[in-house]
């Protein structure tokens, strides 16, 4: 469907830092904007991030059409 762009090592990152975001909602300052967590998490879960693709970023070291 889409084109991975992420290079997996910031999936991890974004997953993890998604993650922590997240858990805001319960622990913490207890934030409905924890809720943002799920950006980086969906990115991370996905492997692809609509505005590098708009940028034409590619992190993940594959060129595009191989």
Do not use: D, Q
Request: hydrophobic share 50%.
């Amino acid at each position: 469907m889409f084109e991975v762009n992420i290079h997996p090592v910031e999936r991890v990152i974004r997953g993890v830092v998604g993650l922590f975001i997240l858990s805001l909602v319960v622990w913490g300052p207890k934030s409905a904007w924890g809720l943002l967590g799920i950006l980086p998490l969906a990115t991370a879960l996905s492997g692809w991030c609509p505005p590098y693709t708009l940028l034409g970023i590619n992190t993940c070291g594959k060129k595009a059409g191989a």
